[in-house]
Nanobody, 114 residues
Framework: EVQLVESGGGLVQPGGSLTLFCAAS????????MFWVRQAPGMGLEWVSI???????QYRDSVKGRFTSSRDNAKNTLHLQLNSLKTEDTAIYYC????????RGQGTQVTVSS
């Protein structure tokens, strides 16, 4: 059974930072392209970052230069470092096996507010 468990979210002021984590199990993680996706209040899911099996990341334009994703294939974990957070980054963040979030975890809430 595929399991994806996110953690690390919270409330942070604009300009602040957070680190999100995802623990994966039940599938050959090291062979999968993995995704971070998010869902803002009242909006649909949007992809945030793609990370290839070798750790090469890609980012949507709105987070480039502020977010950094990485993975540890030995530990089956993903990480997403969120810096210079903006109010528009407020969302539930999920790790997922695809960009549409069809297979994703329960999510972790990130709230950016003063």
């Amino acid at each position: 059974e595929v399991q994806l468990v996110e953690s690390g979210g919270g409330l942070v002021q604009p300009g602040g930072s957070l680190t999100l984590f995802c623990a994966a199990s039940g599938f050959p993680f090291s062979r999968y392209v993995m995704f971070w996706v998010r869902q803002a209040p009242g909006m649909g899911l949007e992809w945030v970052s793609i990370i290839s099996p070798d750790g090469t990341p890609q980012y949507r334009d709105s987070v480039k230069g502020r977010f950094t994703s990485s993975r540890d294939n030995a530990k089956n974990t993903l990480h997403l470092q969120l810096n210079s957070l903006k109010t528009e980054d407020t969302a539930i963040y999920y790790c997922a096996q695809d960009a549409q979030g069809t297979v994703r975890g329960q999510g972790t809430q990130v709230t950016v507010s003063s």
